[in-house]
């Protein structure tokens, strides 16, 4: 019987391993909905409960997701991102928005230093996809667009760290932006990010870390209201 079970924990734990390596790669990024669970059994070649199993400790630790009827999804890159977004879940909108704010300062200076000719283009067509999304007052689309220009912004700093805490982070940044988008009004109150894409554009560290503290600073300042 020991040995048994000896055997069935290192087969999980070659499971949790392998399925390990297709987040650290890359292969499956947060967000994604991993294969199903007679798929995982079939490729690795080994039981469903095998399988059931490496999935709920990777669950536990916070990098995949059950959700009932939809499937697994990759909820974080790391055990430390796993651990983040549970303590996220927790805070408040002042508390994300300030968070965001200490990654986003630095990204928009870093972009200005190390944009390529990729993030431009990346960074311009969610610029042109959120102002659309603002004509056609489409608040689904328009938060898509605007986190998609953040995610750009991040991605430009060529930090891979950066970038991964940005995702680990991604879901309190969608609620985020979410909690503090107003379509009422004619215009999105000066936070059409313009300036901050031209600065990047300019290689502008200095003028795209105030544009970028500009828009931030009044995100949470409407929280605190």
Known sequence: MPLASTRR??????????LRTQIDSGEWSVGDRIPTESEL????EVGRNTVREA????????????????GTFVRASSELGGALRRRLERSQLRENLEVRRALELEAARLAALRHTDADLAAID????????????????????ADFTFHRAVVVATHNLLLVELYDDISQAVYESIAHTVDMTGASDDGL??????????????????REAACYLDELVTKAEG
Request: glycine content about 8%; proline content about 1%.
């Open 9 to 18: 924990t290192g087969l999980v734990d070659q499971v949790i391993t392998q």
């Open 125 to 144: 067509t969610a610029i042109g996809e959120r102002a659309q999304a603002w004509r056609e007052r489409d608040v689904n689309a328009f938060i898509e």
């Open 55 to 70: 999935v709920r400790a990777l669950a536990h630790a916070g990098l995949l997701e059950i959700r009932q009827g939809a």
């Open 41 to 44: 059994s079939e490729q690795l």
């Open 192 to 209: 059409d990010h313009q300036g901050l894409a031209d600065a990047i554009h300019d290689g502008d560290p200095e003028r795209a870390l």
